[in-house]
């Protein structure tokens, strides 16, 4: 696509149900990042993929926290057993390069809110 | 590990003025990119600059500019004739072949009519 796309772009769920967020890489970009950004503050790196590989999952806040990829193309991050903290607005990039050296483009977001 | 620091979480300009937006980093690379984000309401990123650590020259975009002091490990924007579509988050964030972005806490930009 022309875009990064992302769905749902709000999600409201209740504590302890799981979510699937969705990302849509622009086609043909082989690094693809998530982010989660909480209210009011910066970008806390999620993890990364290159290919359909997760070389670095060292951001995953806790074992709830899980993502695929396939087909170098689409990716799922799933929370399971969301808490309140996981409260924020996920963010999904992509980049044509794997060092991302000339920047990422990035979708518009998923507003999760869990009550 | 790199951070990225951006000490004024909020700023001000009137319409048509400049200002300047200061973001500061630690690492022990020589070679990096650093780059400004916006986010607008609508949340998305939009890339405003970026700069290669290996060169001189600051990088100019239109009326978007940087300052890179790479002693100092420094690098701010400055935005001239400012306009009321430039009220924003601005992120600074760093690059150094990690795969990875760091952004700072990001800057609340507000222009005034």
């Known amino acids: 696509g022309a875009g990064v796309s992302q769905s749902p772009s709000n999600k409201v769920t209740e504590k302890g149900k799981d979510v699937e967020l969705r990302c849509d890489p622009i086609s043909g970009h082989t690094a693809l990042y998530w982010y989660r950004q909480r209210l009011g503050q910066g970008l806390e790196f999620l993890i990364y993929?290159?290919?359909?590989?997760?070389?670095?999952k060292s951001g995953l806040p806790s074992d709830r926290f899980s993502a695929e990829r396939t087909g170098e193309s689409v990716s799922t991050l799933t929370i399971q057993r969301t808490q309140q903290e996981d409260s924020a607005v996920y963010l999904c990039?992509?980049?044509?390069?794997?060092?991302?050296?000339?920047?990422?483009?990035f979708g518009s977001g998923t507003r999760l809110t869990v009550v | 590990a790199q951070t990225v620091t951006q000490s004024q979480p909020e700023m001000s300009v009137q319409e048509a003025e400049t200002v300047t937006l200061s973001c500061t980093y630690d690492?022990?690379?020589?070679?990096?990119?650093l780059f400004w984000y916006k986010q607008p309401p609508s949340r998305q990123m939009i890339l405003v600059i970026r700069?290669?650590?290996?060169?001189?020259q600051n990088a100019t975009e239109n009326r978007f500019s940087v300052n890179f002091q790479k002693a100092a490990k420094s690098f701010s924007l400055k935005i001239s004739d400012s306009q009321l579509g430039d009220t924003a988050m601005y992120f600074c964030a760093f690059n150094n072949a990690g795969n990875m972005l760091t952004f700072g806490g990001g800057t609340r930009l507000m222009v005034k009519p």
């Open positions: 690492t022990s690379e020589s070679n990096y990119y």
């Open positions: 993929f290159q290919g359909n590989s997760a070389p670095d």
């Open positions: 700069q290669e650590a290996y060169k001189q």
């Open positions: 990039a992509s980049s044509l390069d794997i060092g991302g050296y000339y920047g990422y483009t």
